[in-house]
T-cell receptor, first 113, second 114 residues
Framework: DQQVKQNSPSLSVQEGRISILNCDYT??????FLWYKKYPAEGPTFLIS?????DKNEDGRFTVFLNKSAKHLSLHIVPSQPGDSAVYFC????????????FGQGTRLTINP | EPEVTQTPSHQVTQMGQEVILRCVPI?????FYWYRQILGQKVEFLVS????????KSEIFDDQFSVERPDGSNFTLKIRSTKLEDSAMYFC????????????FGAGSRLTVL
């Protein structure tokens, strides 16, 4: 059951450049999307979210874009910093349903100095 | 900053043994969750808990699993008879707001079943 998919297991980006992480979903009931960041030996940490009534949400260096017709969202980090190196999980939820989040497989982002 | 605390950080057990994983959610949160991540796989929902009862559970959360909030601060996950495939990182999470789904996760408890 791959309702949320992150097709790139890893991504390497030069420090200062833009990192773009992608996520696709199949369940049209999803209407709230989140990005979590995870360092080794820690739990996922909430980064940014977007509701389906919006197509963009920005918070500092992080911007999430949602394309509902394509069932696609992306996370842009600019400029990328070495501390951004982590695993990034896309997650989705149906507000009308229960509280559970459905996660993607994660993308390991490495920022090279 | 408030955090979700999980113990133990790592537990090794023999197949068939009972295991209890403990969590202290953020004090004013009302919604509690357990997720797990098998090595190399995605984070999977197990169960959500609100108002002293399970609000939703996944297919993974079978009769071998149970959750409890024995007092005002702890939230536990019990696995009655562990199997090899229960080996995973178990994450507890809590949320104060219904529907917003911004969960705060603990650092996880790694369970190794031999």
């Amino acid at each position: 059951d791959q309702q949320v998919k992150q097709n790139s297991p890893s991504l390497s980006v030069q420090e200062g450049r833009i990192s773009i992480l992608n996520c696709d979903y199949t369940n049209s009931m999803f209407d709230y999307f989140l990005w979590y960041k995870k360092y080794p030996a820690e739990g996922p940490t909430f980064l940014i979210s977007i509701s389906s009534i919006k197509d963009k949400n920005e918070d500092g260096r992080f911007t999430v874009f949602l394309n509902k017709s394509a069932k696609h969202l992306s996370l842009h980090i600019v400029p990328s910093q070495p501390g951004d190196s982590a695993v990034y999980f896309c997650a989705a939820s149906a507000l009308r349903g229960a509280q559970k989040l459905v996660f993607g497989q994660g993308t390991r982002l490495t920022i090279n100095p | 900053e408030p955090e979700v605390t999980q113990t133990p950080s790592h537990q090794v057990t023999q197949m068939g043994q009972e295991v209890i994983l403990r969590c202290v959610p953020i004090s004013n949160h009302l919604y509690f969750y357990w997720y797990r991540q098998i090595l190399g796989q995605k984070v999977e929902f197990l169960v959500s808990f609100y108002n002293n009862e399970i609000s939703e559970k996944s297919e993974i959360f079978d009769d071998q699993f149970s959750v409890e909030r024995p007092d005002g601060s702890n939230f536990t996950l019990k696995i009655r008879s562990t199997k090899l495939e229960d080996s995973a990182m178990y994450f507890c999470a809590s949320s104060g707001v219904p529907g917003a789904n911004v969960l705060t996760f603990g650092a996880g408890s790694r369970l190794t079943v031999l």
